[in-house]
């Protein structure tokens, strides 16, 4: 039989099954030639509950960051 914490992770990860957005490095960007504005969209989805990079590390957001608005 599974212990509690065992079970209430179990749980948990059933309930709120997270989606993860790969956002590409600069680099990745470049090579696939991906718009700016792409690729601001994925960060902004992959990141959109939570705080960025940017925002953990204290520099200003993005221009094109939809976050910028608020």
């Known amino acids: 039989m599974p212990?509690?914490?065992?079970m209430e992770k179990i749980v948990?990860?059933?309930v709120y099954e997270l989606?993860?957005?790969n956002v590409p490095t600069l680099k990745e960007?470049?090579?696939k030639g991906i718009s700016d504005k792409d690729w601001i969209?994925?960060?902004y989805e992959a990141?959109?509950?939570?705080?960025?990079?940017?925002?953990i590390n204290g520099h200003s957001l993005?221009?094109?960051c939809p976050k910028r608005n608020r």
């Open 3 to 6: 212990k509690q914490k065992e």
């Open 12 to 14: 948990w990860s059933e």
């Open 19 to 21: 989606k993860k957005i």
């Open 29 to 31: 960007k470049i090579e």
């Open 41 to 43: 969209m994925t960060c």
């Open 47 to 55: 990141n959109k509950k939570r705080k960025c990079v940017r925002e």
């Open 62 to 64: 993005c221009d094109l």
